[in-house]
Every structure is written in structure tokens, then in C-alpha cells.
């Protein structure tokens, strides 16, 4: 009896043992098929982004500024093609409007006299943002400053289709200045008409800066330099030259006045 026990008991668990391999076959096969899903999936793509968009004018000239500013410049620079028209032949008290015009000679415009004042100057009674009084007479002209001369330009810029772009670099140093006329950008820059040390009456100040005001205030265009002869090169409205000038004594001017100056940038080629 014994025997015929163990013999159905191990016939029990053998079955037993079949059955649980058959219920686990079908999860084996669930896995492979699942596997074979999963390869047969095609890739992930990655999200389309929406295109780039290109950068603007402002955003390009703003890069070669600050590219400029922090560039090395040569020992040595001066730009082509500036000419100097003479503030005593009917614009007496014009000086920043011709400081503008022989810039813009530098770019191939051929201006008379008259073209800025007339037809792109800014006016205002605050001598900083626009001219105060009439610069034709030079006891009733009390000039302007660069806010208003880089609003000056922008009309001349606009109604001309120029590309160029004007930079008010009040602050910055002759040096400073050197990096932008060595990149073929003229610079107006705020002096005395004779050269000697501001005799500052009164400030106005307009955006936290302070703007002052002297009797010998005077503009001119700055277009090249050697530093080896210690030189500036200027269109001065003041006799309608250009020359060759004491690099020390204009920067010493400069600095007294307030480094008040801007450049203009020529954008055609900036990408």
C-alpha cells in the first residue's frame, strides 16, 4: 500500500510541475512578442523648433560696437574722402551741423552748407535733445549736444535709406574713440573753438548726465590719428580745414568739456 502511495504521489507532482511550466509559456511569449514590438518601432523624433530669426539691424550694429570697443586698434588711422566746410559763410553758430556733414563726406554724401540745418536738424529750447536758437547768427546759437545730434542723424539716416548708424559715446576715452575711427567710424567730438579750457557757466542734465554750457563751445569731426607723432586729424568748421593737431592738448579740451562725442558706424556690410 505504501508503495502504490507514493507512486500516485509522485505522479501528482510531476503534473504539478507541467502545469506550472504550460501557464508560464504565455508570459514568456508575451515578453518576446513584446520585444519584438519594440524593435519594430521606427525612432523618436526630436521636436521641430520654430525657425531662427535673424538679428536686426540694431542687435548687429550693437555687437560691432561693443567688438569695436574692446578691439586693438593700429598705432595709425585715417579715413578717406572728409571734407571741411567753413561755419563763417552763413552758418556762424552751425558748428555741430557741419561736424555732421563732414562725417558724412567720409560715406560719399556731397552736402551743402545749409542741407543739415535745414532739412534734418532737431530744435528745442533744451540745447541738450535739439538746437537752441538759430545757428546761422553766432551770438543767438546756443548748439546741441549728442542726444540731439544722434536724432539729427537718424533723420538724415531715415529720409537718405544710409546705412549707417549713430552712437551717442559720451564718456569714453580719446583711446576709446581711436577704436572707432581705426574701424572707419569719423567721430564728433564737443571742444573749444580755440582750445583752451572751458569757461563752464551752468549745467543742464538730462538722463543723469550733465551738459554744460560755455561760450567757446565748439564741434568737430575726428578722422584719424597717429600715435607715433602724437596727432589727431579734424574737420574744423572753424576756418573750414582739416589738420593735423596736438594729440595731448585736444584730449586735455576734451576731458574738461565732459568727453562729450558719437560716432557713426557704417552698417552696410554687417551680417
Known sequence: MKRIWAFLLAVMLLLAGCAKNVESTPDSATADTATADEATQPPTQPPTLPPTEPPTIEELAQRQYDK???????????LEDVKALNQMNGMQAGCEA??????????????DIDDIVDDYM??????VIGYCGNPRRFYDGAGIYPPGMVTT??????????????FDT??????????????????????TYDRTS???EQYKEYEGVKYPWYDTEHCV?????DLEDNEVKIADSWGGVTKWEDADRFEKIYDEVGRFSMVLMDTSKLR
Not at 68 to 78: H, K, P, V
Not at 122 to 127: E, G, L, P
Open 170 to 191: 559720451t564718456g569714453l576715452s580719446m583711446n576709446e574713440l581711436y577704436r572707432f575711427v581705426n574701424a572707419g567710424c569719423p567721430a564728433l567730438i564737443w571742444t
Open 98 to 111: 557741419l561736424a555732421l556733414t563732414a562725417a558724412l563726406t567720409h560715406f560719399g554724401f556731397d552736402l
Open 221 to 225: 569731426c575726428l578722422y584719424g590719428y
Open 198 to 200: 572751458p569757461r563752464i
Open 68 to 78: 569695436i570697443l574692446n578691439g586693438s586698434y593700429a598705432d595709425y588711422a585715417q
Open 153 to 166: 542723424a537718424w533723420n538724415f539716416i531715415e529720409e537718405n535709406d544710409a546705412k549707417l548708424y549713430p
Open 122 to 127: 532737431v530744435y528745442d529750447n533744451n540745447f
